[in-house]
């Protein structure tokens, strides 16, 4: 379980309790009746919340995950004890021994964690609730959110369904489940504290945080747990504490699941998260950056810059500008816009609703990988097979249309074997004309291959100094 150091909050709130406590009761006494309390008529009354279906159906669900690792860092010892017993001849003072939780998410044995219960580890140990133990292989992680992905090789699993983290509010009640210092099957409850935290936790370029915050009990041990909702659905995945301590001191943090389901899919069907990202620098719009810069709005998240060849670039978002919603959905932090971004995969395109010079306007911004790989492959999934000419083919952005001083053509993604192939056509080969008609879309492309018969010929450019033509053969 990590943890947020806090010096002197603990304090500071202990001084003005005792100072508010000192203030109330050095006034002289007195009587006085209060009149009964009139209820509006839209007020229910609800019964107490029962919270034992959720803990009978997420606790099956939790496992507990122990881990052998070399060279333990000094923080991994912290939280997770010693390293090897010393009264055990057979342990290694260079083998690290941590453990930590993880959520079951399908009957096959998907299992999700923090990637820091399983960073460095040689053996991964996952102990079911009813004390059956299998050794878990890694399917992949992802340090920017601090998730992991485990397998282990069983059936007919109980597992948790996920749930809806956007529909939970703050005084929502949740359950926390994991197994604190090796308590297993342990369950606390608690309230949502805040939505959209960041705790700058994550040691990562690309991190994402925008934690849930309960004040449900969570220490050493809960790291990968799951936070439940009263219908006991996954909301979270239990990360951090905010501590003096190292334990629990009041505040928890858990992954929002609407992170923790695209982070899975990415992870089984890639081995790797697919990140989208936007481009751009940002910032809080606080009181006095709208006084700064006379913004029209006093919430949202201020661009600072666009970088060159980004996402937001070709959209047309400018330094400036203030996001103010992403999808329909309101974008107040840059927490809440990293979590928003992060469900999507590159090549994904979203409607951005943006304030510019006091002027609401919306734009479809289509977004882009960490890397050319990630690009390539959002690129592949946005792109159209033709196998009349065996080529997967895409429009070009604003992009390449300024790097290549064109005004449009449609991009070689991918070149199976067909026509074009065999005369030589590479990756990368964008289409400027077929038999001198100007094309802009696929749509425009197989416009003329209906039409064609015998052979074509094909202008384009692979860079601004190496143009190409092509004759090829249709039959």
Same mark, same amino acid.
């Given at each position: /379980? ?7 909050? @603990?304090?500071?709130?202990?001084? @003005? ?15 006085? @009746? /209060? ?23 997420? /606790?099956?669900? @939790? ?43 399908? =009957? ?10 399983? !960073? ?19 399917? %992949?992680?992802?340090?920017? $959110?601090?998730? #992991? ?12 369904? &996920? ?7 703050? %005084?929502?009640?949740?359950? #926390? ?31 994402? !945080? ?15 747990? #799951? ?11 239990? $990360? ?29 069907? &890639?081995? *790797? ?37 980004? #996402? =937001? ?11 103010? !919603? ?15 971004? +992060? ?13 510019? *010079? ?5 734009? $479809?911004?289509?977004? *882009? ?28 952005? =604003? ?11 449609? *991009? ?9 192939? !065999? ?44 143009? +190409? &033509? ?6």
């Amino acid at each position: /379980m990590r943890q947020v150091v806090q010096h002197g909050i @603990v304090a500071v709130v202990a001084s @003005v309790a005792t100072y508010f406590l000192v203030k109330k009761f050095d006034q002289p006494p007195s009587v006085s @009746v /209060m009149p009964a309390p009139v209820f509006p008529a839209k007020w229910e009354i609800h019964p107490p919340v029962d919270f034992t279906v959720a803990a009978q159906i997420a /606790m099956p669900a @939790v496992v507990h995950i122990k881990t052998q690792s070399g060279n333990a860092p000094s923080w991994h010892r912290f939280f997770w004890g010693p390293q090897g017993d010393p009264d055990d001849e057979n342990s290694s003072p260079f083998f690290g021994q941590g453990t930590g939780s993880g959520v079951i998410l399908t =009957a096959d044995g998907y299992i999700i964690t923090s990637n820091h219960v399983i !960073e460095n580890a040689s053996r991964i140990e996952v102990v079911l609730y009813d004390n059956r133990s299998f050794t878990a292989s890694v399917v %992949g992680t992802d340090p920017s $959110t601090d998730l #992991a992905l485990l397998k282990i090789n069983a059936e007919d699993l109980p597992y948790l369904e &996920y749930g809806d983290s956007d529909a939970l509010r703050v %005084g929502d009640w949740v359950l #926390a489940v994991g197994n604190p210092f090796n308590l297993t099957s342990t369950v606390t409850a608690g309230i949502v504290s805040a939505k959209g935290r960041t705790l700058n936790l994550l040691n990562d370029r690309f991190r994402v !945080e925008s934690f849930i915050q309960t004040d449900a009990a969570v220490n050493p041990g809960n790291s990968g747990g #799951a936070l439940v909702n009263v219908e006991g659905k996954l909301v979270g995945i239990n $990360t951090a504490i905010a501590s003096i301590t190292g334990t629990f001191a009041g505040y928890s943090f858990a992954v929002p699941v609407s992170i923790v389901k695209k982070v899975v899919e990415d992870l089984r069907t &890639y081995g *790797k998260v697919q990140r989208a990202l936007l481009g751009v620098s940002i910032l809080n719009v606080t009181p006095q950056l709208q006084k700064e810069q006379d913004l029209a709005v006093s919430q949202g998240v201020y661009i600072r810059d666009v970088y060159s060849g980004s #996402a =937001a670039e070709e959209a047309g978002l400018r330094s400036g500008d203030v996001i103010t !919603e992403v999808e329909g959905r309101a974008v107040r932090s840059v927490s809440e816009l990293q979590e928003s971004i +992060a469900r999507h995969r590159p090549g994904d395109k979203i409607k951005i609703k943006y304030y510019r *010079k006091g002027q609401a306007n919306e734009v $479809t911004v289509r977004l *882009k990988g960490r890397s050319a790989e990630e690009t390539a492959i959002a690129d592949a999934s946005q792109a159209t097979t033709l196998p009349k000419l065996g080529v997967a083919l895409r429009p070009i952005n =604003a992009s390449e249309k300024k790097e290549l001083g064109i005004e449009g053509g449609v *991009k070689v993604i991918e070149v199976y074997p067909g026509p074009l192939r !065999e005369v030589g056509v590479r990756k990368g080969f964008v289409i400027t004309r077929i038999d001198k008609k100007p094309v802009k879309t696929v749509e425009e492309v197989q416009k003329i291959l209906s039409e064609a018969s015998g052979g074509i010929l094909l202008e384009g450019l692979y860079s601004k100094r190496e143009r +190409a &033509y092509y004759a090829i053969s249709l039959d």
